[in-house]
């Protein structure tokens, strides 16, 4: 008999499970293995989905995420972090926040014409966007269909401000584009790094780039005039937080400006997806960890109430908060802010023709 889900771990993907999607009423399931010849096995390939948005950008109403707006030329992500939040958005897509999240990416080829049309609207008042607010922009199909460096012309274009964050090498091919934004105080970009482990890296985010990679993206784009700053997020209380005071110390090394962090929550079906994971990975001390990602949000392992949610409360926490802050006191990151300049948005004029 074939293995299945429960006894089979898919290795170079994050998520081992496919729960149901709560939009949906139904779903196939195996309750008696030995009554199916063929029992379904998932496609441990990455298929892509082309998707036809209607619009791209969308406003951002949360007050603790510090932006505006965001826009995400996937929806999905190859990357396979076990702990990203952005899973749960799949189901409205009709799919699985698990394994469908990373193996069935919903992709927007028109979103550079979005972006263009977005911006020639007259009522728009330009504040800065941001792109991956929800999943990576620069995921491993990028490199082929160069979404996001036609976003970065069409900002270049309009004189845009936009903030980025990845955890993708790949962001240097766009360095010209990046540094030309730059030049004009219209660009930053965040690195999300959450171990400098190499071993935790791979089993926390098995298809992100390396955290040697990262650094490099710091230091070259720092070179290049961009601002950069680190993600240290999320910490997961006894599995990376021992990890923060190092990526600090290495993204400073190679000129990040900046840094910030959240702690690990598991929303919706990031849960139960998240669990599996731990259990199959930690089982020594699985338990624990889930109990203390409970003590950071008030016995719960999701907290959506604004200014708790992404920090968490309680003893650990705490300790978390205070070494994020003796730590970057330390290495003088965030002794400024960074304000793109919204004051050069311009609407470029069509070319009239000669003939």
Known sequence: MKPTEEDHYYHGRG????????????????EHAEGIDEWWQPDERTEYIEGHARSIVNKVDSPDIGMWYSLNPYQGCEHGCIYCYARNAHEYWGFSAGMDFEHKIVVKKNAPALLRRFLENKNWKPVPISLSGNTDCYQPVERKLKITRQLLQVALEYRQPVGMI??????LRDRDILAELARHNLAFVFVSITAMDEKLRQVMEPRTATYKQRLRVLKELSEAGVPTGVMSAPMIPGINDQEMPK??????????????????????????????????NFPDRADKVWHLIESCHNGQVNDSRWGKRMKGEGLVAGMIAQQFRIHTRRLGLNQEKIRLDTTQFRRPRPQLSLF
Do not use: H, S
């Open 166 to 171: 990845t955890k993708n090498a790949l962001v």
């Open 15 to 30: 998520a081992q499970v496919n729960p149901a999607n709560k939009y949906l009423k139904g779903e196939y399931v195996q």
């Open 247 to 280: 990526i600090l110390q290495a993204a400073r090394d190679n000129g990040a400006r900046m840094a910030g962090y959240t702690i690990v929550r598991c929303n919706g079906a990031v849960g139960e997806i998240f669990r599996d994971w731990l259990f199959k």
